[in-house]
């Protein structure tokens, strides 16, 4: 009982790369997820074998369920990774944003602060994001900069991130918020731009770039970030936030050109695999860039994976593991979102 951490949204991309890593460091892990379109029961496939995990399906919103399972878990940690996070479906429905991403995490401190009375060690961490900055045009954003979101979706992330804090300084719970920058790897819903690109590759369709291409974002690897959340579980300090990227930006053509160049090391790649510019996103930021100088000093944390590495890692993992995509309903995959407004 004494090393069980909850993480929520685990089915998703980030979550089920970090519950692998839980796992592999001996932890309980209670993954509770609502099962929505972009839940996987193929990202947890090899975990279900295993004594110390669990899964349990339930919505952050449901504080009847929330309470029953923190009393019976009475988790060290909860790793907050249940959230809507595409920015184009964003565009087009926010409701759903609002719900999950704000109400959900009301109802998370709600229960967390009644749990945390008796359990005082436990400590929630809530994953959030650059996008919270707003368009960095120049520098790097560090954790103190304004809150300047553009998308529905940035605006619900920077509404939960303040919340939690004002739980820290009202309810003195045990809380960090992390704000990382754009993650890639295995188990990414081909929704966002680098696991469209590697689908669009192995089934000879165009590449869609948003605009002229040029927009720029800092790429992490999935696994650097996992890394960096056991680090902050360890040693970060309460009432914190922590930037976490990869100090490596690239723009969305850079991108688009290294990807193709690998997958024709690795596949035939067909005739319509080329780029093609659609029209641009609502709202588009042009840059996140993120300062990470703060967890590299306190908590001696660096991402290690290279752009190059990473991506070829990532396009392996697809092209290994195409059940992973029968899972999923095409239309989400192959639907252009953001333009209905
Ligand atoms: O910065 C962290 C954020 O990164 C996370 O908080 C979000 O949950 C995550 O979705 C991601 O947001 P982005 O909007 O940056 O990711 P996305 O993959 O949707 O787009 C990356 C860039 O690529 C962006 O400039 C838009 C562009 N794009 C995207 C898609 C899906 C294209 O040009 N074509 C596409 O088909």
């Known amino acids: ?3 069980n951490v909850i993480v929520t949204g ?7 790369n970090l519950i692998k890593l839980l796992l592999k460091k001996n932890f309980k892990v209670i993954n509770i997820d609502k099962i929505s379109y972009s839940s996987n029961f193929y990202n947890t496939k090899d975990f279900n074998v295993k004594k110390n995990y669990k899964f349990i399906k339930c919505n952050i919103n449901n504080s009847k369920k929330i309470n029953n399972i923190l009393n019976k878990y009475k988790p060290l940690c909860i790793f907050n990774l249940a959230a809507e996070t595409h920015v184009d479906r964003s565009i087009d429905s926010p409701k759903e944003f609002i719900e999950s991403n704000i109400l ?9 602060k009644k749990f945390s009375k008796k359990n005082k060690k436990s400590r929630l961490i809530h994953i959030s994001t650059d996008e919270v900055y707003g368009d960095i045009l120049k520098n790097r954003s560090k954790e103190n900069d304004t809150y300047k979101p553009s998308s529905p979706y940035a605006a619900t992330k920077a509404s939960s991130d303040h919340l939690v804090y004002s739980y820290v300084r009202t309810y003195k719970i045990n809380a960090i918020v992390t704000n990382c920058s754009n993650n890639y790897g ?11 690109i590697i689908y669009n590759c192995i089934n000879n369709k165009n590449v869609p770039l948003y605009g002229d291409g040029k927009n720029s974002r800092e790429w992490i690897y999935v696994d650097d970030h996992c890394n960096a959340l056991l680090k902050i579980f360890k040693s970060g300090k309460n009432g914190e936030f922590y930037n976490i990227g990869s100090n490596l930006n690239q723009n969305n053509l850079n991108i688009a050109k290294l990807l193709i160049k690998i997958a024709k090391t690795k596949i035939e790649t067909g005739k319509n695999v080329k780029i093609k510019f659609v029209k641009d996103r ?12 703060k967890i590299k000093k306190k908590l001696g944390w660096k991402s290690s994976t290279g752009l190059k590495k990473g991506l070829e890692k990532t396009f392996e993992w697809y092209l290994n593991n195409q059940n992973y995509y029968s899972k999923l309903k095409k239309t989400d995959i192959t639907k252009r979102l953001g333009q209905k407004y």
Request: hydrophobic share 35%.
């Open 104 to 112: 959900g995490v009301f109802n998370l401190l709600e229960c967390f």
């Open 282 to 293: 609502p709202g588009h930021d042009f840059r996140y860039a993120l300062n990470s100088n």
């Open 10 to 16: 685990g089915l998703g991309f980030i979550g089920s």
């Open 186 to 196: 295995p188990r990414q819903h081909p929704e966002k731009l680098i696991p469209k």
């Open 1 to 3: 009982m004494k090393k």
